[in-house]
């Protein structure tokens, strides 16, 4: 197997000359997504991972069985959902945070692909740091030769 250019499954984001990000989306079509951006700052190259988190929503206090009626479906439903908002809701204001998780399924081609982007985006980016440094050194020649 070999990485492909255009990727399959890895979306490029906004390409900028210090930083590139691309953005992942889930195999399962669940409509969640990664979104890493590989930057240059004075720390050297970093990635940064982003990622929208959901809490439970699939938990049930009530079990649903799919014999009853839509009534009885609906208000099920409905109990399930506000128990578990107002739960969240709960949680963050006795320990001021709520801890919530998030995956994103890769297929193997696209886990091959996501690794070659990250590699093409740090030697460009190295690329571009270290001439960042040589017009910094071009600099610094050109003033002590002019007697600055």
């Not at 009534?71 to 107002?86: C, E, G, I, M, T």
């Not at 590699?119 to 002019?146: C, G, M, R």
Request: hydrophobic content about 35%.
């Amino acid at each position: 197997m070999i990485a492909q250019k255009p990727a399959e499954g890895i979306l490029a984001g906004t390409q900028w000359q210090k930083s590139k990000t691309f953005v992942v989306p889930c195999t399962c079509h669940c409509g969640s997504k990664v979104t890493l951006s590989i930057d240059v700052d004075d720390f050297g190259i970093t990635t940064h991972i982003f990622s929208n988190t959901k809490t439970a929503y699939w938990r049930e206090q009530l079990k649903i069985t799919y014999k009853e009626s839509w009534l009885v479906l609906s208000l099920k439903y409905a109990y399930n959902d506000w128990y578990n908002r107002l739960g969240i809701c709960w949680t963050a204001l006795t320990k001021g945070y709520v801890e919530t998780e998030e995956y994103v399924m890769l297929s193997k081609q696209q886990t091959l692909n996501l690794s070659q982007a990250l590699l093409d985006s740090i030697a460009t980016l190295e690329n571009f740091e270290k001439e960042a440094e040589e017009e910094v050194i071009d600099v610094t020649y050109h003033k002590q030769t002019l007697g600055d």
